[in-house]
């Protein structure tokens, strides 16, 4: 696993790939945060990171397909699959080297936000009135959140040879699981189903943690659910 996940790293930082989905990544959250007047943190006129932590999931949904969608589905179409799976290496070690790989550029493309806690931190009035237990928690939540996107996207690559439909269909995935389920959930005719459909929804899940206090149960939901892709991922490589 280890070797599978130094060649991933390798991969991704020896080309633009990694470089260019940061970049797009903190641009667009810089500009919301600090620039556009609708949803500028200075016009707000309080030291709170809500703002970012609604966006980022939106963010997440088309870069973590964009990250992953080369992971299996380039390998099929060079024909290095095979060659890979004739090593003496697992299917789950293929597929656990490539998940951290990606995770690991999901969370230090998170990393750089840090900057926007510790200026709202100097910003308050006084310093350092915000919620902080909210923004530990919300971090948490995105990283989580990151993880079982980047297993959707695995097995999404797994399903063809064509990075291009991996990349569509991840991201149809992802937008189904965080926000179609607890909208369907909103329906008055699935009636008592409905509850039990925006527990599964990320977004729920996400928001219990943003409230500050870290819930096993989330953090058990979305271990599960990764695993849950994972497995499919190794089923589909057999």
Same mark, same amino acid.
């Given at each position: 696993? &280890?070797? &599978? =996940? !130094? ?5 991704f930082f020896s080309s633009p790939i990694a470089y260019i989905i940061m970049a797009v990544f903190l641009t ?17 006129? #309080? ?14 949904? /088309?870069? %973590? ?6 992971? &299996? ?17 697992? !299917? ?7 998940f951290l790989a990606c995770w690991l550029l999901v969370a230090l493309t998170l990393l750089p936000t840090v900057? #926007? ?12 009135? &915000? ?17 079982? =996107? %980047? ?7 797994? @399903? ?7 990349? %569509? ?6 937008? @189904? /699981? #965080? ?12 009636? !008592? ?10 977004d729920e899940q996400y928001r219990a943690l943003g409230r500050g206090l870290i819930d096993s149960r989330n ?8 695993? =849950? =892709? ?5 089923? !589909?490589?057999?």
């Amino acid at each position: 696993m &280890i070797a &599978i =996940f !130094r060649k991933e790293v390798n991969q991704f930082f020896s080309s633009p790939i990694a470089y260019i989905i940061m970049a797009v990544f903190l641009t667009a959250t810089g500009l919301m945060l600090w620039v556009f007047p609708d949803t500028s943190l200075l016009e707000y006129g #309080y030291a709170d990171m809500s703002a970012f932590f609604n966006l980022a999931p939106y963010a997440l949904l /088309f870069l %973590v397909p964009a990250i992953t969608m080369r992971s &299996i589905a380039d390998e099929v179409r060079m024909g290095t699959l095979e060659w890979l799976l004739t090593k003496p290496v697992s !299917r789950w070690a293929i597929v656990g080297g490539k998940f951290l790989a990606c995770w690991l550029l999901v969370a230090l493309t998170l990393l750089p936000t840090v900057i #926007y806690y510790i200026t709202l931190y100097q910003l308050g009035s006084p310093v350092g009135n &915000i919620d902080s237990a909210a923004v530990l928690g919300s971090y948490v939540g995105l990283l989580l959140l990151g993880g079982a =996107f %980047v297993a959707i996207g695995l097995w999404a690559s797994s @399903l063809n040879d064509n990075q291009v439909v991996a990349f %569509v269909l991840g991201v149809f995935i992802c937008l @189904l /699981f #965080y926000v179609g389920l607890s909208s369907l959930a909103g329906l008055d005719a699935l009636g !008592r189903v409905g509850y039990y459909m925006s527990y599964l929804a990320f977004d729920e899940q996400y928001r219990a943690l943003g409230r500050g206090l870290i819930d096993s149960r989330n953090v058990v939901y979305f271990a599960s659910l990764t695993f =849950f =892709f994972l497995f499919l991922t190794t089923q !589909r490589l057999r």
